[in-house]
């Protein structure tokens, strides 16, 4: 099969019969052998009736629905499981991606040898209170990973299909799947310029707040990579240094004391500061030990509840 498409569907009614038929019309003119993995993130409204239809018409398409909203990490975590294209393109449901872009999209990575094509939104359709924040982002991801992307957060992205079975996608960690990918091994990655359209139907699902959370993910994907089989080198380092300077600040006063006695050690806020650091390293120290008998018996997996498979 060349192509799998996932599609994360919140509350998108107004949206999805144009969506499909113009799927269907891409592939078709393009001679695509495809499949369409659908995963409704617990909609409210009449989405998963629209896409039950759909499955109906075409045996091309398929679907998940979650029993709740668990986010879209999970449901492109979810929908990769179930792919088995050799190309996999994910694109949001609101119409501002254009499957037009698919046929470029799937050259890029299985013609041109690319592990993940990210489209790059150059021209958006946003008011400039969202396209400066993410130019903010951007950049800032930019510098910190080293991957160099304009458009980190776009949901219309090309991969390998290895790609998609060798990353564990989560909390809202579907921003950062190039930077996962590249610390699983995947290094030829690169973006494309496509479209950006104006929201046809309703409004966006997300608000100012991803700015923040988005940072704070990057910081916890940056740990996962670097520390997540091997916590004790960054607590017990860390709790080691600390733990030298309250050291080293204590042997001075004691020092002092012996030769001077001219004050008492608990007079002096730097006796409080050298206690405190002992201690604190002591702390990092044991988490770092206690992260490191966890991340070596632990087998938890994120586990979503699908009610119903189509």
């Not at 001679?31 to 409704?40: H, P, T």
């Not at 990973?145 to 957060?153: F, R, V, Y």
């Not at 809202?172 to 290094?187: C, Q």
């Amino acid at each position: 099969m060349n192509i799998s498409v996932v599609v994360s569907i919140y509350n998108e009614e107004e949206s999805l019969p144009e969506l499909f038929s113009w799927i269907e019309k891409v592939m078709t003119e393009n001679k695509f052998s495809y499949e369409v993995v659908l995963v409704d993130d617990g909609s409210s409204d009449r989405s998963w009736s629209i896409i039950e239809d759909q499955v109906k018409i075409n045996p091309c398409f398929k679907a998940l629905k979650f029993r709740r909203n668990y986010g879209k990490s999970a449901a492109l975590f979810t929908g990769f499981e179930a792919t088995q294209g050799d190309v996999v393109i994910t694109m949001d449901a609101d119409l501002q991606d254009s499957p037009d872009e698919i046929p470029e999209l799937y050259k890029m990575v299985a013609m041109d040898g690319f592990d993940i094509v990210s489209g790059w939104k150059k021209l958006r359709h946003d008011p400039i209170s969202k396209t400066l924040p993410s130019k903010l982002y951007n950049w800032t991801v930019r510098k910190i990973t080293g991957i160099k992307l304009h458009d980190m957060n776009c949901g219309l992205k090309a991969y390998r299909s290895a790609v998609v079975k060798s990353v564990e996608v989560y909390g809202d960690m579907h921003r950062y799947i190039p930077v996962l990918a590249k610390n699983a091994g995947f290094k030829k990655i690169t973006e494309k310029i496509v479209e950006h359209r104006a929201r046809k139907f309703g409004k966006s699902k997300f608000g100012a707040s991803r700015l923040v959370t988005g940072m704070l993910d990057l910081l916890s994907v940056l740990f996962i990579s670097k520390f997540s089989k091997k916590p004790m080198h960054l607590f017990g380092f860390l709790g080691l240094i600390t733990f030298f300077i309250g050291f080293v600040i204590l042997a001075y006063l004691s020092y002092d004391k012996m030769f001077n006695m001219q004050y008492k050690m608990t007079e002096r806020p730097l006796f409080f500061l050298g206690l405190l650091s002992i201690i604190f390293g002591s702390q990092m120290f044991l988490t770092g030990f206690v992260a490191e008998l966890i991340s070596r018996s632990s087998s938890e997996r994120n586990t979503y509840i699908v009610e119903k498979r189509i």
